[in-house]
């Protein structure tokens, strides 16, 4: 059984920095392409960051480059998403995700199979 969590979230001011966690289990994330997905009220499921399987290649969303960096630790078997100068647009409930191939470092929800509960991100101005 594969399980995500996600922890970390929380209320910070404009400005500010949060760490997203995204433990797993029952898959081993650095044979997957994973990332953090993000959805705020009212709007659609959007991709924030991807790490791919190997060599731990990376990519953004226009929006967070420069600010978001995602990272994994392989002996943890837990990915991370690093925020900094976060912004009030940035507040959203974040997931994490496992891809259902690997290799493409998609940014298309659809195509990621497993997903967390997702983690409550709010930041205020």
């Known amino acids: 059984q594969v399980q995500l969590v996600e922890s970390g979230g929380g209320l910070v001011q404009a400005g500010g920095s949060l760490r997203l966690s995204c433990a797993a289990s029952?898959?081993?994330?650095?044979?997957?392409?994973t990332a953090w997905f993000r959805q705020a009220p009212g709007k659609e499921r959007e991709f924030v960051a991807g790490?791919?399987?190997?060599?731990?290649?990376?990519r953004y969303a226009d929006s967070v480059t420069g600010r978001f960096s995602i990272s994994r630790d392989n002996a943890k078997n837990t990915m991370y998403l690093q925020m900094n100068s976060l912004k009030p647009e940035d507040t959203a409930v974040y997931y994490c995700?496992?891809?259902?191939?690997?290799?493409?470092?998609?940014?298309?929800?659809?195509?990621?199979?497993?997903w967390g509960q997702g983690t409550q991100v709010t930041v205020s101005s």
């Open positions: 029952g898959r081993t994330l650095s044979n997957y392409d």
């Open positions: 995700a496992i891809d259902r191939d690997r290799g493409r470092l998609s940014t298309t929800a659809n195509r990621y199979e497993y």
């Open positions: 790490i791919a399987w190997r060599g731990g290649s990376a």
